[in-house]
């Protein structure tokens, strides 16, 4: 029988160098794992921190409007607001001409009236559009050339208008206006549209004073803090009284009451005092709403109302 010593030895000497081997190949292993996981770690800790950082940073901040720009806006907002108390101002005197009596003096006074005060005030406005330079942003800019053509056409078909219009079809004349008047809406997109994309334009909109809500330009701001003259309180004494004759040479101080035919400076004027002052000539009808106002006619005359109440005017005739 063969022995079994030697072999025992050998074979545990071939078992110990194969754990030995397999404990190194286990402890590499474990080694490169650990390499791995440390490589691995340390990316995952610089992405976050870089998150982080991304995280906490400040956003951009818009920077400020120039001085022109927002000059620019304000003048853009004040014109709109100018055109806009115009839509609403003529609907209100359309309304109260088809409410006079039809035909009659006081429709025609104040159809005369509307249709000679309001070519001057889109006029007014289209001046104003025009001194505005170019503001250096497209959008806005091509808004500003939208309103020139808006409001170029409408003046140029006012030019037509003749407020002797009124006194053949007071309502009809007016009506014809107002349309005209309701044309003139902003072009789309407006301005508060366009700076909802753009940052510098939204910035000089709300630095503009006139782009406020309720802004009002500074004559109507002043009109609003004076008070109205008192129309109950007493006239002042007219210096010629009822003496009409005075105003032949065409200067003098009357007090009409009701109705009177005066002529002056070789200018027959037919005045009627209610509830405001009218003055009728053979090819003119003026209307005063009272204290302060002021009918020209032509070269030859002009007529003041000094102070008028439910008693009558105080009218102080003058030779421009």
């Known amino acids: 029988?063969?022995?079994?010593?030697?072999?025992?030895?050998?074979?545990?000497?071939?078992?110990?160098?194969?754990?030995?081997?397999?404990?190194?190949?286990?402890?590499?292993?474990?080694?490169?794992?650990?390499?791995?996981?440390?490589c691995g770690g340390g990316d995952g800790t610089d992405e976050k921190a870089d998150a982080s950082d991304k995280g906490s940073a400040e956003p951009t901040r818009t920077r400020p409007p120039s001085k022109e720009l927002v000059e620019w806006v304000g003048g853009m907002c004040e014109s709109t607001t100018a055109l806009k108390n115009l839509r609403t101002d003529s609907a209100a005197d359309l309304k109260e001409i088809r409410n006079s009596d039809e035909g009659g003096l006081p429709a025609q006074a104040l159809a005369v009236s509307y249709l000679s005060g309001t070519p001057m005030t889109v006029e007014d406005v289209e001046s104003d559009l025009?001194?505005?330079?170019?503001?250096?942003?497209?959008?806005?800019?091509?808004?500003?050339?939208?309103?020139?053509?808006?409001?170029?056409?409408?003046?140029?078909?006012?030019?037509?208008?003749?407020?002797?219009?009124?006194?053949?079809?007071?309502?009809?004349?007016?009506?014809?206006?107002?349309?005209?008047?309701?044309?003139?809406?902003?072009?789309?997109?407006?301005?508060?549209?366009?700076?909802?994309?753009?940052?510098?334009?939204a910035a000089a909109y709300q630095k503009a004073e006139q782009c406020a809500p309720g802004w009002k330009p500074d004559e109507e701001a002043e009109g609003a803090d004076s008070p109205a003259p008192d129309p109950t309180g007493p006239l002042p004494k007219a210096a010629d009284g009822g003496n009409f004759e005075a105003c032949s040479d065409g200067a003098c101080e009357v007090l009409v009451t009701s109705t009177a035919n005066i002529t002056a400076n070789g200018v027959n004027v037919h005045v009627t005092v209610g509830n405001s002052v009218t003055f009728q000539t053979p090819s003119t009808i003026m209307n005063l709403g009272g204290q302060g106002g002021v009918a020209k006619f032509g070269d030859d005359l002009k007529v003041t109302v000094v102070a008028q109440n439910q008693n009558g005017a105080v009218l102080e005739f003058t030779i421009p």
């Open 130 to 201: 025009e001194a505005l330079d170019q503001s250096g942003v497209p959008a806005a800019d091509r808004l500003l050339d939208a309103w020139l053509k808006k409001v170029n056409r409408v003046v140029t078909e006012l030019d037509e208008v003749s407020p002797s219009a009124a006194i053949d079809d007071a309502e009809g004349s007016t009506a014809g206006v107002d349309k005209l008047v309701q044309s003139l809406t902003p072009p789309k997109p407006d301005l508060p549209a366009l700076g909802k994309k753009d940052p510098q334009l």
């Open 1 to 38: 029988m063969p022995e079994s010593g030697p072999r025992r030895r050998d074979h545990g000497k071939e078992r110990g160098r194969w754990m030995f081997k397999r404990r190194s190949v286990a402890v590499a292993a474990a080694g490169l794992v650990l390499a791995v996981g440390g």
